[in-house]
């Protein structure tokens, strides 16, 4: 490879260590905003693990969406669902331009190949596209039912939260009925704990 052409990928990869930084509204285990590039880590952590069970699955490309999807948040940063929610128009064309913003250091073959996939994805126009939209979906939800989230957190929020891309396949289904399940209950949890008198 071309000296010029590494040189290239150094300051796109040095571009996109914004991701190690930039949070997402959820919270770990010890109360820490979650970064962009910890999603996607167990996002295709969650993609390894259960790709056995779709084996009808290109595991390589479906690595790879998961790696882009987020991509363009290096820039724009991450839009809370419930703020996409309450936006006329979501989120993509924004971050579109954010990450061709992102890759245009890259020579243009790394370039043409990010976009593409992150154009799959964001069209879910395969079904590696379509089972990484679900898992992205089920991973958001799984760190809301695990993180140390604030008082007011709105957990159900996330009982209707992405559904579209969690139906229709056997596998996304049962993860998502097994979520649900563990949203409701920390969601009353929640409520016990609101509604509980205060100690004298």
């Known amino acids: 490879m071309p000296t010029n052409d590494l040189a290239q990928i150094l300051d796109f990869l040095r ?16 109360g820490q905003a979650e970064s962009v590039a910890e999603h996607t880590w167990r996002l295709c952590l969650m993609a390894i693990v259960l790709h ?10 479906l690595i790879k969406i998961c790696i882009v999807h987020d991509l363009g948040e290096a820039i724009g940063g991450d839009i809370p669902a419930p703020e996409q929610a309450r936006r006329a128009l979501g989120k993509s064309a924004d971050e579109r331009r954010d990450l061709l913003r992102l890759v245009e250091a890259l020579p243009e073959p790394q370039r043409a190949e990010i976009v ?15 089972f990484a939209k679900g898992l992205d979906k089920l991973e958001t ?18 009982l209707d939260y992405g559904r579209r891309h969690t139906s229709g396949h056997t596998l996304l289904d049962a993860l998502r009925t097994m979520l649900d399940e563990a949203t409701e209950a920390m969601a009353r949890a929640r409520d016990a704990a609101l509604t509980m008198p205060d100690e004298a």
């Open 15 to 30: 571009a996109a260590e914004a991701l190690k930084t930039v949070t997402r509204s959820a919270w770990t285990t010890t």
């Open 52 to 61: 056995d069970h779709v084996p009808d699955l290109d595991i390589a490309r």
């Open 116 to 130: 593409s996939l992150w154009d799959e994805y964001e069209t879910a126009a395969t079904p590696e596209a379509r």
């Open 141 to 158: 939800i799984l760190q809301h039912t695990q993180g140390v989230n604030p008082p007011d957190f709105d957990y159900r929020f996330n």
